[in-house]
T-cell receptor, first 114, second 107 residues
Framework: DTEVTQTPKHLVMGMTNKKSLKCEQH?????MYWYKQKAKKPPELMFV???????INESVPSRFSPECPNSSLLNLHLHALQPEDSALYLC?????????????FGSGTRLTVV | DAKTTQPPSMDCAEGRAANLPCNHS???????VYWYRQIHSQGPQYIIH???NNETNEMASLIITEDRKSSTLILPHATLRDTAVYYC????????FGKGTRLHILP
């Protein structure tokens, strides 16, 4: 299995809702990442997990809450989002340094906040 | 991460080689050069990476200058499916994307 699977593919949520994005990989990768991508812009790094521990938070607002329950799963919990948070949310995984094989990205969850 | 500079867009005729340049003049000795591409509405896809030697795989070739200040990604026989945004990244650890080059393959 050489894929990163993200669910759901599309999500519409209201500003008072709580929802979660899910990311799963079975490549034995011990580093996992969340990126946010606005239309016509490059992906922006949000969070990095290494060996199931949060190692980098790129000053992301607290309404985004990541969780890594085990080495194969990465979640992004969403609460009280704003319409400007509408974007494509991408998950990626790699070996801990990511140097030899690069990152494997999922296809993303397209989030619309109404 | 070293800053990279890429042309915003390029055209290439189908069947010809696409040569995508990248400038990374501030790259440090332990930073690798990575190339990714992103086809519309999909996640980025890893293409190739290198440190100082030229590299080739089934997708592309990577030519890095001797001083490591620039590199070129070569797609040897471009097809319409190669239309995408191509990102050049110089990094030691986490990947930070720049604006990339939007490559149009012309039929």
């Amino acid at each position: 299995d050489t894929e990163v699977t993200q669910t759901p593919k599309h999500l519409v949520m209201g500003m008072t809702n709580k929802k979660s994005l899910k990311c799963e990989q079975h490549m034995g990768h011990r580093a996992m990442y969340w990126y946010k991508q606005k239309a016509k812009k490059p992906p922006e790094l949000m969070f990095v997990y290494s060996y199931e521990k949060l190692s980098i938070n790129e000053s992301v607002p607290s309404r985004f809450s990541p969780e890594c329950p085990n080495s194969s799963l990465l979640n992004l919990h969403l609460h009280a989002l704003q319409p400007e948070d509408s974007a494509l949310y991408l998950c990626a995984s790699s070996t801990p340094t990511g140097k030899n094989y690069g990152y494997t990205f999922g296809s993303g969850t397209r989030l619309t906040v109404v | 991460d070293a800053k990279t500079t890429q042309p915003p867009s390029m055209d290439c005729a189908e069947g010809r080689a696409a040569n995508l340049p990248c400038n990374h003049s501030t790259i440090s000795g332990n930073e690798y050069v990575y190339w990714y591409r992103q086809i519309h509405s999909q996640g980025p896809q890893y293409i190739i990476h290198g440190l100082k030697n030229n590299e080739t795989n089934e997708m592309a070739s990577l030519i890095i200058t001797e001083d490591r200040k620039s590199s070129t990604l070569i797609l040897p026989h471009a097809t319409l499916r190669d239309t995408a945004v191509y990102y050049c990244i110089a990094r030691d650890d986490k990947i930070i994307f720049g604006k990339g080059t939007r490559l149009h393959i012309l039929p």
